[in-house]
Structures are given as C-alpha cells and as structure tokens.
T-cell receptor, first 116, second 111 residues
Framework: GAVVSQHPSRVICKSGTSVKIECRSLDFQATTMFWYRQFPKQSLMLMAT?????????EQGVEKDKFLINHASLTLSTLTVTSAHPEDSSFYIC????????????FGPGTRLLVL | TQLLEQSPQFLSIQEGENLTVYCNSS?????LQWYRQEPGEGPVLLVTVVTGGEVKKLKRLTFQFGDARKDSSLHITAAQPGDTGLYLC???????????FGAGTTVTVRA
C-alpha cells in the first residue's frame, strides 16, 4: 500500500517551454501533497504544500508564478514549471500524506528535469 | 541553517561492520522518519518513530528516538552492500505536517 507515482520520470525541454509533472497517490487519498526539489548530492528542499481544493502554500524563496501547483483531487497534484530555464534543471519529487492525521509521507519516484 | 543536523555526511565501511547515523536538533518533533534513497529514485520510508525513547527494529536496522524527541539514530548491524545508499532523517512538527530533512548520510558498504 501507500504507493505514489510520478509522471514523467524524465523530461528534456528547451528553455522557455513549460513542463507539467503529475503526482498521484494510487491506493490512498492524500489530503496533502508536497513538492520538493533535490540538487545532486544534496538533501530534499520543500518547495510547496498542496492541499486538495485550495491554493498551495509556497516556501520562502519559491516563486509561485514560476511553479504552478494544482491539487484538483484527493489523488492528483500537478506541478507546472513555467518558462523553464537551465537553472530549473533538477530532480523534482512529490510526496503524499494520508488523511486522518497521519504524519508519514510517501514519496514518488521523482522526475528528472533537464532544461537545455 | 538546517533544522536537523545529520552526521556523518559520508560513511564507507567494509561488509560485516556496524554503522550508526545520527540526527540531532534543538527542536522537538512530533515524529521522525528515516528514509533510504538510491540515485535517481525517490526516498523510500524505512520507519516512523513517534514516542520519546522509542526503539524500533527492522531486521538489521535499529532506530531510536530520543526521550525529548529532538534526536534520533539509525544503527545497522553487519552491513551488506545492499545497504549502500543515501540515508535521510526527517522530522515532522504536528502543526503543519511539513518535513524538515537532514542533509543526508551517504553510506557505502564495500564487499
């Protein structure tokens, strides 16, 4: 149980294009999903918290107009990197928290984004 | 400044040896989670500890949560090459469920 999927797993795009990454909880309902980015040899940095049906909460220093988050249902959240630039190249990982007060987060397999 | 200080940053040992990874903070957490991450993949949950003083065992892995719920340790007995990976601790504070991650410990077990 508690499986989280991400799609796509890898994406290469040209500078200036937008990229959408999907995060799905496959066998549970996720009241909250989180988006992280991870640079090589570094730990995970939280970008934003996404609650179903409401606006995402962004961490300090993360541009909300750059990283659009939509949490349309209890099993799906999307992150859109708008007008991507080479410095946006990173490993993006989502996680999902089960409802009913559970604190454990289950992570997706990550999406490797390379912007040329 | 990271909320959770994880040490050591790197650990390279021979197969069969034991190792311990530490996670310390001045903050109190409602729960603490340990993950293992392999290159190019997402973190995989190993354990969640929620009670101060709690000890959990998972085969050769032993996890402890400090009495004050500010620190934790992961001990691996008789390490195997399959234990190689990045180990991450992450603490949750009950008011917002956000996880604060340690910097990670890269463990390499040589055959």
């Amino acid at each position: 149980g508690a499986v989280v999927s991400q799609h796509p797993s890898r994406v290469i795009c040209k500078s200036g294009t937008s990229v959408k990454i999907e995060c799905r909880s496959l066998d549970f309902q996720a009241t909250t999903m989180f988006w992280y980015r991870q640079f090589p040899k570094q730990s995970l940095m939280l970008m934003a918290t996404s609650n179903e049906g409401s606006k995402a909460t962004y961490e300090q220093g993360v541009e909300k107009d750059k990283f659009l988050i939509n949490h349309a249902s209890l099993t799906l959240s999307t992150l859109t990197v708008t007008s991507a630039h080479p410095e946006d190249s990173s490993f993006y990982i989502c996680s999902a928290r089960e409802g009913a007060g559970g604190e454990t987060q289950y992570f997706g397999p990550g999406t490797r984004l390379l912007v040329l | 400044t990271q909320l959770l200080e994880q040490s050591p940053q790197f650990l390279s040992i021979q197969e069969g040896e034991n190792l311990t990874v530490y996670c310390n903070s001045s903050s109190v957490f409602s729960s603490l989670q340990w993950y293992r991450q392999e290159p190019g993949e997402g973190p995989v949950l190993l354990v969640t500890v929620v009670t101060g003083g709690e000890v959990k065992k998972l085969k050769r892995l032993t996890f402890q949560f400090g009495d004050a719920r500010k620190d934790s340790s992961l001990h691996i007995t008789a390490a195997q090459p399959g234990d190689t990976g990045l180990y991450l601790c992450a603490g949750a504070r009950s008011n917002d469920y956000k996880l604060s991650f340690g910097a990670g410990t890269t463990v390499t077990v040589r055959a």
